[in-house]
T-cell receptor, first 116, second 118 residues
Framework: EAGVVQSPRYKIIEKKQPVAFWCNPI?????LYWYRQNLGQGPELLIR????????DSQLPKDRFSAERLKGVDSTLKIQPAELGDSAVYLC??????????????FGPGTRLTVL | AQKITQTQPGMFVQEKEAVTLDCTYD???????LFWYKQPSSGEMIFLIYQGSYDEQNATEGRYSLNFQKARKSANLVISASQLGDSAMYFC???????????????FGKGTHLIIQP
């Protein structure tokens, strides 16, 4: 079974430029998460999707961040414009329907963003 | 207050020894889940083990076991017979409650950097 796929793996941009990250979850997983991991820290949740609905985006900085999950499968996270403080690893995770599982989340390899 | 506390920023352990990574948590929910993830230098978060708050027995997965002490709110990870490939960051995480139809996001600790020495 294929795992969570993310692209690109690395991205270097200058501040004020836009950037987008793409995630393809494990087949059949309804729930998708985006996390941000700053250097030396654990991941922090940005947004959670149930199918195509964003059910928890309370930690997403909405002035510059946006996300979408069209058709309830792939998802895109966008930053516009990027700031120096956005340098981090952006992780995507997915899990099957929580009613019948323990809600274990499976992570992709992440996108390491460097803003210059 | 931090919800997940990992008090060991780094640990050095001799190969083949057992190692315990500490994790304490804070929640008022009755239903919650505790997870351990491994993050090697490549960056991917690898799921290791899960313990539900209502599980009476400690979880085990191969060389990994979770020492769950509910009253103390601790969920320590035990790795038996450590190997060089175990060198990595280890994160404890918690999922609080369970909303209808979905799983809440995880709250992570700051991690422990484990180095296995030959």
């Amino acid at each position: 079974e294929a795992g969570v796929v993310q692209s690109p793996r690395y991205k270097i941009i200058e501040k004020k430029q836009p950037v987008a990250f793409w995630c393809n979850p494990i087949s059949g997983h309804n729930t998708l998460y985006w996390y941000r991991q700053n250097l030396g820290q654990g991941p922090e949740l940005l947004i959670r999707y149930e199918n195509e609905e964003a059910v928890d985006d309370s930690q997403l900085p909405k002035d510059r961040f946006s996300a979408e999950r069209l058709k309830g499968v792939d998802s895109t996270l966008k930053i516009q414009p990027a700031e120096l403080g956005d340098s981090a690893v952006y992780l995507c995770a997915s899990s099957p329907r929580a009613r019948t599982t323990d809600g274990t989340q499976y992570f992709g390899p992440g996108t390491r963003l460097t803003v210059l | 207050a931090q919800k997940i506390t990992q008090t060991q920023p780094g640990m050095f352990v001799q190969e083949k020894e057992a190692v315990t990574l500490d994790c304490t948590y804070d929640t008022s929910d009755q239903s919650y889940g505790l997870f351990w993830y491994k993050q090697p230098s490549s960056g991917e978060m690898i799921f290791l083990i899960y313990q539900g708050s209502y599980d009476e027995q400690n979880a085990t997965e191969g060389r990994y076991s979770l020492n769950f002490q509910k009253a103390r709110k601790s969920a320590n990870l035990v790795i038996s017979a450590s190997q060089l490939g175990d060198s990595a960051m280890y994160f404890c995480a918690m999922r609080e409650g369970r909303t209808g139809g979905g799983a809440d996001g995880l709250t992570f600790g700051k991690g422990t950097h484990l180095i296995i020495q030959p």
